[in-house]
């Protein structure tokens, strides 16, 4: 049975820092793209960033480049996301997830993605 499961979120003052984990378990590292998504009240989810299983590469967001950084540690089966710098407007639920057939990141980014975690809050106080 595929599990993902989030921890890591919490109430953070803005500048503030956060790491986020995905633990991953019941399945092989066999997805094709591991990936965070958020979601704030009242809008649509986002995709936040993602690892590329084959060659490691990495998406972020505009929104999140250059304060956000994805990894994995495949020993421990898990992915993080460190963040850095937040902001109010990081306030979400985000929600780790993988993606098992390949699709093109841009469209997979969409929220096309195959297996999702329960999701942990994040909340930036200003």
């Known amino acids: 049975q595929l599990q993902l499961v989030e921890s890591g979120g919490g109430v953070v003052q803005s500048g503030g820092s956060l790491r986020l984990s995905c633990a991953t378990s019941g399945f ?9 998504f958020r979601q704030a009240p009242g809008k649509e989810r986002e995709g936040v960033s993602c690892i590329v299983s084959a060659d490691g ?8 480049k250059g304060r956000f950084t994805i990894s994995r540690d495949n020993a421990k089966n898990t992915m993080y996301l460190e963040m850095n ?35 942990t809050q994040v909340t930036v106080s200003s």
Do not use: N
Request: hydrophobic letters at 40%; one cysteine or more; charged letters at 20%.
């Open 28 to 36: 092989t590292l066999d997805y094709k793209i591991i990936g965070w």
């Open 57 to 64: 590469s990495t998406y972020y967001a505009a929104s999140v």
């Open 85 to 119: 710098d937040l902001k109010a407007e990081d306030t979400a639920v985000y929600y780790c997830a993988t993606e098992v057939h390949g699709k093109p990141i841009i469209a997979a980014m969409r929220g096309d993605f195959d297996y999702w975690g329960q999701g």
